[in-house]
């Protein structure tokens, strides 16, 4: 099948808070392949969602959109007895609870509720919390991530700047509320590794055998990026130089990218910045401009069972 891709989008995810209010580490790096990508910060979680959508209705209309964003698309379940922290034992039951407490809410409701399994501190009495099912447990494609030279943290771990879970729950929640927009708005959407969404509202669960069959050729298509990997990928695994101009082309060298007049001015703006040189790279698409070939692939998976994988996820480029 041939796609057109339209744009590339990449997400920079960090910071905390409510999802109406503006994040300075919320950055989106978007533009064409072999174009001049636009950097924009200061996003709330609400606009994020709304750019999708308006980009959900542009794919179904002029060809692919390929986006990647900076979070984690669900959380362990094998290394947590085949249970995520609410009880649900499926990645579309686990989205659907997290998305019902905490889409209207902030993310501490559902730390709250389930506050057993996660490692926090509360400002209150000034003490770090350690719930008695926590545990210091990852997803498969975490491990993997691990073995290439990046440096995960656990979800459930909330203390400290580099902290992932509460970003990664509300990352969620906006997840399964732009798959209920584009249910009802009869829209497309696909979301590696888990599943296609088409227009007449048929969903159906990629397949081990061919993830990418059921994809339409007009398509929002999502995928879970990680800049620390990118980063390592290209060399640099215990430091990100953002602001060092020299290193650019040999980042852009290696994912087969075209050179890009734009420049990161904070780290955040980097992260997104070398995500979007990771997505549009012809070297990471193994030369297709979609990035098929790699998503239909999935060559770091090979050994991870393929039912782990569409209930955990899995990190492009891997």
């Not at 003490?127 to 545990?135: C, D, L």
Request: aromatic residues 10%.
């Amino acid at each position: 099948m041939t796609r057109t891709l339209i744009e590339v989008h990449s997400y920079d995810w960090s910071g905390a808070g409510e999802h109406s209010q503006p994040q300075p580490g919320i950055v989106r790096c978007a533009g064409s392949p072999g174009g001049i990508p636009r950097l924009e910060g200061g996003w709330s979680r609400k606009r994020v969602l709304s750019d999708l959508c308006k980009a959900a209705e542009r794919a179904a209309k002029e060809g692919s959109f390929l986006v990647g964003m900076d979070f984690a698309f669900s959380f362990p379940l094998t290394e947590k007895g085949n249970q995520f922290p609410d009880g649900s034992t499926s990645r579309a039951n686990f989205w659907a609870r997290v998305h019902e407490t905490l889409w209207n809410d902030r993310v501490s409701g559902y730390v709250a509720l389930h506050a057993a399994h996660f490692l926090s501190y509360d400002q209150r009495t000034k003490e770090t919390t350690k719930g008695i099912a926590y545990k210091d447990a990852r997803r498969a494609t975490e491990r993997a991530a691990a073995n290439a030279k990046a440096k995960p943290n656990t979800v459930f771990s909330l203390i400290g700047s580099n902290q992932v879970g509460k970003g990664s729950l509300c990352g969620i929640a906006l997840l399964e509320e732009l798959r209920r927009h584009c249910l009802k708005s009869h829209l497309p959407l696909a979301v590696w590794p888990f599943f296609v969404l088409r227009e007449d509202g048929r969903e159906t669960p990629m397949t081990e055998t061919a993830p990418l069959k059921n994809v339409p050729e007009k398509c929002l298509l999502l995928v879970e990026i990680y800049p620390s990997l990118h980063w390592a990928q290209a060399g640099y695994a215990t430091r990100r130089p953002w602001d060092a101009p020299k290193i650019w082309p040999g980042v852009r060298s290696h994912f087969g990218a075209k050179p890009a007049r734009t420049k990161a001015s904070s780290g955040d703006e980097g992260d997104a910045f070398i995500a979007w040189y990771a997505l549009s790279g012809c070297r990471a698409a193994s030369g297709n401009p979609l990035g098929t070939a790699y998503l239909a692939k999935r060559p770091g998976a090979l050994t991870t069972p393929w039912a782990t994988i569409r209930e955990e996820g899995w990190i492009y480029g891997l």
